[in-house]
């Protein structure tokens, strides 16, 4: 079955840099897009980045353009979120997500990433 497992996460101080990594396993992970959202308390959840299958077209929310970067090692079976200068409102929860189709996604239990001022 399709896993996502997310880790990295943490406790930094602002202006501090954290890397995010998803493991994927249960699909043709070389073949699909993948991205990364983010979750803070009270919020909906938003979009963060994405890339597509050889790391070609890549997409980020204006929030963080120019301070995070996603990246994928498709023989590793991960994608990467480098997340620098890192601001007390990056605080959330941050899901790793696979969509096969229009109509289904998977989502990773998610890592926690607080910035404190």
């Known amino acids: 079955q399709v896993q996502l497992v997310e880790s990295g996460g943490g406790l930094v101080q602002a202006g501090g840099s954290l890397r995010l990594s998803c493991a994927a396993s249960g699909f043709a992970f070389s073949n699909y897009a993948m991205g990364w959202f983010r979750q803070?308390?009270?919020k909906e959840r938003e979009f963060v980045a994405s890339i597509n299958?050889?790391?070609?077209?890549?997409?980020?929310?204006?929030?963080?353009?120019?301070?995070?970067?996603?990246?994928?090692?498709n023989a590793k079976n991960t994608v990467y979120?480098?997340?620098?200068?890192?601001?007390?409102?990056?605080?959330?929860l941050y899901y790793c997500v696979y969509r096969p189709g229009a109509s289904s996604s998977y989502w990773g239990q998610g890592t926690q990433v607080t910035v404190s001022s």
């Open 40 to 42: 803070a308390p009270g």
């Open 53 to 73: 299958s050889i790391g070609g077209d890549i997409y980020y929310a204006d929030s963080v353009k120019g301070r995070f970067t996603i990246s994928r090692d």
């Open 81 to 92: 979120l480098q997340m620098n200068s890192l601001k007390p409102e990056d605080t959330a």
